[in-house]
Structure formats: C-alpha cells, structure tokens
C-alpha cells in the first residue's frame, strides 16, 4: 500500500492536467505516472466504471520517487465509493479540488466526447446535449456541491483547497504557493514556460482506422520502454495523434441554447448553494442567469 498522502481532484476540463504537469516540477512531491491511476474510485474516466477492489499492487508502482505522493486521478471527485476508501487507508490526506465555472466546463466535456466520439464507442448517443444532460456520467462530475458533499463526510474542511480554475489561468504563481502551503511542502521557483498546454480543444481529433491500431499496439508495449519517450513529447506539448494519418478534423457544432439548457442550469442553482454553504466557496462569479 502506497503512503499517498495527496489527491488532486477535479472534474474533466478543469485544469488538472496543467495543475499536475507544473506540480511534476516541484522536488517534494511525487506525482502518479500515469497522471491518473485510476485504482482508488470506481470513476475511471468518463464512461468507465469498475466496481471491483483496487489492484493495489499495480498502484504502488505508480509512485516512482522521493516527496509527498499524490494521485491525480480527476474523476474521484465524483465518485461515490472514493471519500471512504481515501479515508480508510489515507486518513491524514490532503486535497486540492479544481473547479470551473460550471456551464461552459460540462459544454467543452460535453464537445469533448463528441470529438473523439467517446459517447458512440460507450454505446451511447450524446449528439443532443438536452439527452447528454440527462445521462449520470455527464452530470455527475458538473454537481460540486453534491461530490463535495461525500467527501466531507469523511474529512474535514480545512484538508481541501478548492481552486477556481480562471485563477489558475489569472494568478498561477499565487496559486501554486497556495498549493505548496496547502501540502506542506518547501516553497518553490515553478517555470511555467516549461509547462505546454494540454488537454485542448485542438488535441480533440478523432482517431482514424490506422489511429486506433496504432494506440492498440501502443498499449502493448512495456511502460518502462515507452515512459521515456512519452514523457518527453509530453513535456513538449507534442501530441502524436494529431497527424492527419491517425486522427481526423473536428466537427464544427454550436453552443447550446438556452432550451437546450434549461435542465442543467435549474440543477446548478441547488447545487452551487449547497456548495457554497459546505465549504464557504465563492460561486457568485458563476451567476447561471448569464446563461
């Protein structure tokens, strides 16, 4: 059992990718590889569930190095099972949570989806975001007040540092020493220029024929041979799906309208006070009458 002392928590298109990536930088803090494990909650991405005990074995060699241990696996924010198995094994842990302005965070996951048609390979059809909404694996991540609510069952207020991601973006420097206070760790000099920007809507192509071959046969090869190399064109913002040959342009689609939204934003109202009156975190920026 790995001594993990951290979680970077999340809902998808919120900055965590960005938020590990600079962290990775810092010598006291060992960030999982890969970024998100995905062995302590049954959330394993959008659409993936396992319900079956974590393989605790294969988690522990996700943490390669010296500092504190921290898993980034996003999705365990929204997921039911995580704030007592996080208790149960990691009592003392600590926490940051980033958050985006709720609205335009479940459109860019909403369109992410589409483009690479994540929905169809799941067995589903998201083309209506209407219908998208009404599916759990969309909203669930979108209803702070709700994730945090369970996890405050389990941990105290103060273990969680909740991080508006447009303050991400806007103070980073301030930002990241909030979060080296937050752990505990050394104050330290980050270089940004370092860090490239992932996870954007231009990365979101989907894969051809040849494209998923290539992942298939990707997905074979020993971690150990391929860390290196992927690590590094990580770092520099080199994403090999994009060329023409494994991936296929994006297809062009409009925001939804206000019909389209009403569902979601009649949930967001609730849940945002509710957010609000657990933590003392400031939604007003996120005023849904804008939508």
């Not at 390669?64 to 996003?74: A, H, I, R």
């Not at 099972?81 to 842990?93: F, M």
């Not at 483009?115 to 209407?130: H, I, K, L, M």
């Amino acid at each position: 059992m790995p001594d993990v002392g951290a979680f970077l928590l999340g809902a998808p298109k919120s900055g965590t990718t960005w938020l590990a990536n600079v962290l990775e930088q810092h010598p006291g803090i060992c960030i999982s590889n890969p970024k998100e494990p995905n062995e302590v909650a049954t959330h394993r991405g959008t659409f993936g569930r396992n319900v079956g005990e974590p393989d605790w074995e294969r988690y522990a060699g996700c943490f390669k190095g010296e500092g504190l241990k921290m898993d980034c696996s996003v999705h365990a924010l929204a997921c039911p099972v995580a704030p007592n198995r996080v208790a149960e094994h990691w009592p003392e842990a600590r926490f940051v949570v980033c958050l985006r302005e709720p609205v335009s965070r479940t459109i860019s996951h909403w369109g992410m989806v589409l483009d690479t048609e994540e929905d169809v390979q799941n067995g589903a059809d998201w083309s209506d975001f209407a219908s998208a909404w009404r599916d759990q694996r969309l909203s669930c991540d979108t209803l702070y007040g709700d994730c945090m609510r369970r996890w405050l069952e389990c941990f105290p207020r103060d273990r969680f540092l909740l991080l508006d991601s447009k303050r991400m973006r806007d103070e980073s420097s301030t930002v990241l020493a909030e979060v080296a206070e937050h752990f505990g760790v050394e104050a330290f000099d980050f270089d940004l220029h370092e860090v490239h920007n992932a996870n954007t809507a231009d990365d979101r192509r989907p894969l051809t024929f040849f494209g998923r071959g290539f992942r298939l046969v990707a997905s074979m090869v020993p971690k150990f041979l391929k860390g290196p190399l992927v690590s590094m064109l990580q770092k520099r913002g080199v994403n090999i799906y994009k060329m023409p040959v494994l991936s296929k342009g994006r297809m062009a689609r409009e925001i939804p309208d206000i019909s389209e939204l009403s569902a979601l934003t009649e949930e967001l109202r609730a849940d945002l006070e509710l957010l609000e009156a657990l933590t003392g975190f400031d939604t007003s920026a996120w005023r849904i009458e804008n939508w």
